[in-house]
């Protein structure tokens, strides 16, 4: 078993969320302006994708790396489900949507000014 080598500071943390790797601060804290700069800018790399997984095949569709609170992905998450008619969740900081809404959801996320791709096949 080999060790890493360098900055082995933590990335996340429970009781604050997402921490900046230079600073060390909370995401929302951040004194660099490299992380600001891109906490300011709505987006980043949001990815949609299709999971199966524990579903007893049936799909959902997935959407992560928004950088928003609990409540602001919850009032997300309804306004994506009623836009595409169908019921879902937020479940560990990425919204859920029932069955195959890939195209819906990247075309309302890039209405909204989020940089939304369509991953997996």
């Given amino acids: 078993m080999s060790k890493r080598k360098g900055n082995s500071s933590p990335v996340y943390s429970t009781a604050a969320g997402r ?50 609170s609990q409540d602001e992905l919850e009032e997300l998450a ?10 879902g969740t937020v479940r560990h900081g990425t919204i859920e949507i029932q069955g195959e809404h890939r195209d819906t959801l990247v075309a309302e996320l890039e209405k909204l000014g989020y940089a939304a791709k369509r991953a997996g096949g």
């Fill in 19 to 68: 921490l900046c790797p230079e600073c060390g601060q909370p995401a929302a804290r951040c004194t660099c302006r490299k992380t600001r700069a891109k906490a300011a800018t709505p987006g980043g790399a949001v990815r949609v994708s299709r999971q199966t997984q524990g579903r007893k095949g049936k799909g959902v569709s997935v959407v992560e790396g928004l950088p928003l």
């Fill in 78 to 87: 309804r306004q994506l489900k009623q836009r595409c008619g169908a019921g």
